[in-house]
């Protein structure tokens, strides 16, 4: 698949016809589906939030056009949200970094209760290259933003276990990119979080071509990822699947967590409440994404790793999340 460099004007063009949820921000419309094994998969009414703090947005959070989501790197065609990290703004290459939120019909943040679930998503990971991350994950915000001014509808109330915004549980279902990929619970006890997290590398597993550019899981293509979270009453395990040309490989589990801060039943806590979909690109000016890529985590050298090597070498590099379902476990795949 080729890819062009995103330029402001371009997306412009593909967010026209924008859904408007109870604000006066137009935000770009993209189709989900909460799935049942008795009753199958419902459209769901859906578009996306910058989060509030969106440096290259000329509006205010709660008033942003789609020029604004245009310079922050975000387009939506029916089921698919690309996100770029960067954005040529005439001669100037801005580093965006979007960061979105999955917004409901009412205004609100689309709330998921996952425990004893599945969510899965159709992934492009293959112009994110080492260092990047192409991040989806679940923050437990509250669904209306916290009261903060515009609400959910301009982006407002980011939360998760490093305690940006403030502290709450954070799963990150997948935080990758074509080299390397991890799957993350961090529960929180109140402010008390697990930063660090219980993660599942496969590469750090020893399973080295499981995900990799012509692996098992061949991430110079498109393919899908089903995350189940196993437990009716209390989370007890944590499944992976990926299905690419009609094929599934296992990726992996897990099946315990750091019970100072909850552990996996606090983790199940958190998804049972319901939690938000998050999504971003983003690279790491401080440790290359090593905990993610370099070493036991992956195959990416530091020096190929750095945003400034990122911005030279591949400045086009975007994540393309798409057909995103959730509901009951083995209902978002089916047919």
């Given at each position: 698949?080729?890819?062009?460099?995103?330029?402001?004007?371009?997306?412009?063009?593909?967010?026209?016809?924008?859904?408007?949820?109870?604000?006066?921000?137009?935000?770009?419309?993209?189709?989900?589906?909460?799935?049942?094994?008795?009753?199958?998969?419902?459209e769901q009414n859906t578009s996306v939030?910058?989060?509030?703090?969106?440096?290259?947005?000329?509006?205010?959070?709660?008033?942003?056009?789609?020029?604004?989501?245009?310079?922050?790197?975000?387009?939506?065609?029916?089921?698919?949200?690309?996100?770029?990290?960067?954005?040529?703004?005439?001669?100037?290459?801005?580093?965006?970094?979007?960061?979105?939120?999955?917004?409901?019909?009412?205004?609100?943040?689309?709330?998921?209760?996952?425990?004893?679930?599945?969510?899965?998503?159709?992934?492009?990971?293959?112009?994110?290259?080492?260092?990047?991350?192409?991040?989806?994950?679940?923050?437990?915000?509250?669904?209306?933003?916290?009261?903060?001014?515009?609400?959910?509808?301009?982006?407002?109330?980011?939360?998760?276990?490093?305690?940006?915004?403030?502290?709450?549980?954070?799963?990150?279902?997948?935080?990758?990119?074509?080299?390397?990929?991890?799957?993350?619970?961090?529960?929180?006890?109140?402010?008390?979080?697990?930063?660090?997290?219980?993660?599942?590398?496969?590469?750090?597993?020893?399973?080295?071509?499981?995900?990799?550019?012509?692996?098992?899981?061949?991430?110079?293509?498109?393919?899908?990822?089903?995350?189940?979270?196993?437990?009716?009453?209390?989370?007890?395990?944590?499944?992976?699947?990926?299905?690419?040309?009609?094929?599934?490989?296992?990726?992996?589990?897990?099946s315990s967590c750091n019970d100072g801060?909850?552990?996996?039943?606090?983790?199940?806590?958190?998804?049972?409440?319901?939690?938000?979909?998050?999504?971003?690109?983003?690279?790491?000016?401080?440790?290359?994404?090593?905990?993610?890529?370099?070493?036991?985590?992956?195959?990416?050298?530091?020096?190929?790793?750095?945003?400034?090597?990122?911005?030279?070498?591949?400045?086009?590099?975007?994540?393309?999340?798409?057909?995103?379902?959730?509901?009951?476990?083995?209902?978002?795949?089916?047919?």
């Amino acid at each position: 698949m080729s890819f062009k460099l995103l330029s402001i004007g371009l997306v412009g063009s593909l967010l026209t016809g924008v859904a408007v949820a109870q604000s006066s921000e137009q935000h770009p419309p993209i189709t989900t589906w909460k799935c049942t094994t008795s009753g199958g998969c419902v459209e769901q009414n859906t578009s996306v939030v910058l989060d509030k703090d969106s440096k290259y947005a000329q509006g205010s959070a709660g008033s942003r056009t789609t020029a604004d989501y245009a310079a922050m790197g975000v387009s939506t065609e029916g089921d698919a949200v690309t996100l770029y990290h960067y954005v040529k703004s005439g001669s100037t290459l801005n580093p965006a970094s979007p960061r979105i939120y999955l917004l409901g019909a009412d205004g609100k943040y689309a709330l998921m209760n996952l425990l004893n679930q599945e969510l899965s998503v159709d992934v492009d990971y293959s112009a994110v290259p080492c260092g990047e991350n192409g991040a989806f994950y679940l923050s437990e915000m509250e669904p209306d933003g916290g009261g903060s001014s515009g609400g959910a509808a301009a982006g407002q109330g980011y939360c998760d276990a490093q305690c940006q915004g403030y502290c709450c549980s954070e799963m990150d279902v997948l935080e990758a990119n074509a080299k390397a990929t991890a799957m993350t619970p961090h529960p929180c006890s109140g402010d008390n979080c697990d930063k660090a997290g219980c993660g599942y590398n496969p590469y750090a597993s020893g399973q080295r071509n499981l995900w990799a550019t012509g692996g098992s899981v061949d991430t110079s293509k498109p393919f899908t990822v089903v995350t189940q979270f196993v437990g009716s009453r209390s989370l007890t395990q944590i499944n992976r699947q990926y299905i690419q040309n009609g094929k599934q490989v296992d990726g992996g589990s897990i099946s315990s967590c750091n019970d100072g801060t909850g552990g996996l039943s606090g983790m199940g806590e958190a998804l049972g409440r319901g939690m938000v979909l998050a999504m971003s690109i983003w690279n790491d000016p401080a440790q290359q994404m090593s905990w993610l890529d370099s070493g036991n985590n992956g195959p990416c050298s530091i020096s190929e790793s750095t945003p400034a090597n990122i911005q030279s070498q591949h400045p086009d590099t975007h994540v393309v999340f798409s057909n995103i379902r959730w509901g009951d476990i083995g209902s978002t795949t089916k047919g």
